[in-house]
């Protein structure tokens, strides 16, 4: 009897180690239901500039906000999106290299003169859900 509650607590346990935990990532300030938004997310020690952990491209149904749900193991990690007006799989840039869509980052981080770095953009998703905002400019 103590060994099958024993094997049943070590099983449980290991279930709960190993499920995964829901981001909802709420996409605002949508100007236009033209094209696609574009989200990454990206683990702990990858560059915000390479290619996401967990890509996702989101259809409009309209303007405002759209919500993606995401099943994650929990632990940190940082966002990325930016709304692919022309649908050309690509953020248009200026000539001054500057975005010409509309993108955002987790934390509302706003870039200056270079593309954030993971910390900059960071957040914790824990277990039972997580729930962050990326508010396109």
């Known amino acids: 009897m103590k060994f099958s509650l ?13 499920t995964d935990s829901t981001l909802t990532v709420e996409i605002t300030n949508i100007k236009s239901a033209k094209g696609t938004i574009k989200i990454g997310i990206f683990k702990k020690g990858t560059k915000l500039t390479s290619k996401p952990d967990y890509p996702y491209v989101l259809a409009l149904n309209g303007q405002g906000t ?11 990690y940082a966002c990325a999106a930016y709304h692919d007006v022309n649908n050309n799989d690509e953020l248009d840039k200026n000539l001054f290299g500057y975005p010409k869509e509309a993108f955002g980052f987790s934390n509302d981080f706003r ?12 957040f914790e998703v824990k277990q039972g859900g997580t729930t962050i905002k990326v508010k396109l400019k």
């Not at 024993?6 to 190993?18: E, H, I, M, R």
């Not at 759209?66 to 940190?76: A, D, I, M, N, Y």
């Open 66 to 76: 759209e919500h993606v749900v995401f099943r994650l193991p929990s632990g940190r």
């Open 6 to 18: 024993l094997v049943f607590f070590w099983v449980t346990s290991l279930l709960v180690t190993f």
């Open 111 to 122: 870039p200056v003169l270079s593309a954030p770095n993971f910390e900059d953009c960071a």
